[in-house]
């Protein structure tokens, strides 16, 4: 029988009785969605290795695969393998949800550890509904109706390596987009900050500055450690992280290799 274990005080939670290798039943992957929504992110621990093509079916019990818009590694096919034994300077390791410079960002992601070093690679997690919860009542209050830009283009600056080429990217597949900076989750309905370091640019409608000293703000505020869970990898670990309702960092202190293989989820089209 599956049972959910609580983690963190903030969010996170250890899930046992499953097997992921297996195709999961109905009631199964209902008790997982209700497990997401409830715990935010989930570790499914020391797990059988999970082949992309099973990795790949087990996503799509929760929505469709998501092509990865930089096609720096796996020719663009939906399964990543993130290979990296010096991860300093990777744009994981700030708090961020994933791709929001879409119409419709990814509900969440699907990530298993293949390779781990000796000691460090850890995987930290925000929740943004209790970093919501934490800010005065004033503050909750003057963001409610403000709207922010994300964008692709900035995080393409920032992977183009100095005097390189600029990484290939068509902007206009992926123009920015425009998100509430405080949204209800669309299960749940509980308030969350919707607003991250890699892909939001600027809150509509205000002076520059003052959109930027607002974010500053928000991105510390969202790295509290009260709203965080931490996450030590075992081999065989999978992760199910809720992309509204968290941020993630991966932590960049190892020197050795580190495998994970990840699947990011988009919503179900109708």
Same mark, same amino acid.
Request: hydrophobic share 40%; net charge neutral; charged share 20%.
């Given at each position: 029988?599956?049972?959910?274990?609580?983690?963190?005080?903030?969010?996170?939670?250890?899930?046992?009785?499953?097997?992921?290798?297996?195709?999961?039943?109905?009631?199964?992957?209902?008790?997982?969605? =209700? +497990?997401?929504? @409830? /715990?935010?992110?989930? $570790?499914?621990?020391?797990?059988?290795?999970?082949?992309?093509?099973?990795?790949?079916?087990?996503?799509?019990?929760? +929505?469709? #695969?998501?092509?990865?818009? *930089?096609?720096?590694? !796996?020719? +663009?096919? #939906?399964?990543?393998?993130?290979?990296?034994?010096?991860? =300093?300077?990777?744009?994981?390791?700030?708090? /961020?949800?994933?791709?929001? *410079? &879409?119409?419709?960002?990814?509900?969440?992601?699907?990530?298993?550890?293949?390779?781990?070093?000796?000691? !460090?690679?850890?995987?930290?997690?925000?929740?943004?509904?209790?970093?919501?919860?934490?800010?005065?009542? !004033?503050?909750? =209050?003057?963001?409610? +109706?403000?709207?922010?830009?994300?964008?692709?283009?900035?995080?393409?600056?920032?992977?183009?390596?100095?005097? !390189?080429?600029?990484?290939?990217?068509?902007?206009?597949?992926?123009?920015?987009?425009?998100?509430?900076?405080?949204?209800? /989750? #669309?299960?749940?309905? @509980?308030?969350?900050?919707?607003?991250?370091?890699?892909?939001?640019?600027?809150?509509?409608?205000?002076?520059?500055?003052?959109?930027?000293?607002?974010?500053? $703000?928000?991105?510390?505020?969202?790295? &509290?450690?009260?709203?965080?869970?931490?996450?030590?990898?075992?081999?065989?670990?999978?992760?199910?992280?809720?992309?509204?309702?968290?941020?993630?960092?991966?932590?960049?202190?190892?020197?050795? &290799?580190?495998?994970?293989?990840?699947?990011?989820?988009? #919503? =179900?089209?109708?």
């Amino acid at each position: 029988m599956m049972r959910f274990e609580q983690h963190g005080a903030a969010l996170g939670a250890d899930v046992f009785g499953i097997d992921l290798a297996e195709a999961l039943t109905p009631r199964q992957v209902q008790q997982i969605r =209700r +497990g997401l929504n @409830r /715990h935010q992110v989930l $570790f499914f621990r020391e797990q059988t290795i999970l082949t992309k093509a099973q990795q790949l079916a087990l996503a799509r019990n929760f +929505g469709e #695969p998501e092509p990865p818009p *930089f096609h720096i590694q !796996g020719g +663009g096919e #939906p399964v990543l393998d993130l290979d990296q034994t010096d991860p =300093r300077g990777s744009q994981a390791a700030n708090f /961020h949800s994933d791709n929001t *410079f &879409r119409a419709e960002p990814p509900i969440g992601a699907l990530l298993q550890a293949h390779v781990l070093p000796m000691r !460090g690679g850890d995987t930290c997690f925000a929740s943004t509904h209790a970093a919501f919860d934490g800010l005065s009542k !004033g503050m909750q =209050r003057y963001l409610e +109706g403000l709207e922010a830009w994300h964008a692709l283009e900035q995080m393409a600056a920032r992977l183009s390596r100095p005097g !390189g080429p600029p990484l290939a990217l068509d902007a206009s597949l992926y123009p920015p987009h425009k998100h509430p900076v405080v949204a209800r /989750h #669309p299960f749940t309905g @509980r308030k969350l900050l919707n607003v991250n370091y890699n892909w939001t640019t600027h809150i509509d409608g205000i002076p520059t500055a003052e959109s930027a000293a607002i974010l500053d $703000f928000l991105y510390a505020h969202i790295r &509290r450690p009260e709203y965080q869970v931490r996450l030590k990898w075992n081999v065989g670990d999978m992760t199910f992280w809720d992309n509204r309702a968290t941020q993630h960092y991966a932590v960049p202190d190892y020197r050795e &290799r580190r495998v994970m293989q990840r699947v990011s989820i988009l #919503p =179900r089209s109708h």
